[in-house]
């Protein structure tokens, strides 16, 4: 079955920290480009950070770059995203995706990040 899986999202200070993970199973990780987007409220859903498949490559949205940091690990089938200096606006549900070159692509549930002022 496949599945991706977040997790460590919570509430935060602004300013403070927090790591998501994106686990995956039921598919080879290595084989796919992976994205973190993120859903603000009441607002559409946006990409945050991408990164190639053999991690070479990563593009990031404006409003994260420099405090965002996304990275694989493809022996332990997991995506991360570092996050610094959060700040209010960061608050949402974050998702990530798993995407082949033929345009398969797996979602996960999401995991909500709320960051307080």
């Known amino acids: 079955q496949v599945q991706l899986a977040e997790s460590g999202g919570g509430l935060v200070q602004s300013g403070g920290s927090l790591r998501l993970s994106c686990a995956a199973s039921?598919?080879?990780?290595?084989?796919?480009?992976m994205s973190w987007y993120r859903r603000p409220p009441e607002k559409g859903r946006e990409l945050v950070a991408a990164?190639?498949?053999?991690?070479?490559?990563?593009t990031y949205a404006d409003t994260v770059r420099g405090r965002f940091t996304i990275s694989r690990d493809d022996a332990k089938h997991t995506v991360y995203l570092q996050m610094n200096n959060l700040k209010p606006e960061d608050t949402a549900v974050y998702y990530c995706?798993?995407?082949?070159?033929?345009?398969?692509?797996?979602w996960g549930q999401g995991t909500q990040v709320t960051v307080a002022s």
């Open positions: 039921g598919f080879s990780l290595s084989d796919y480009a």
């Open positions: 990164i190639s498949k053999i991690g070479t490559s990563t």
């Open positions: 995706k798993a995407l082949d070159l033929s345009g398969q692509s797996y």
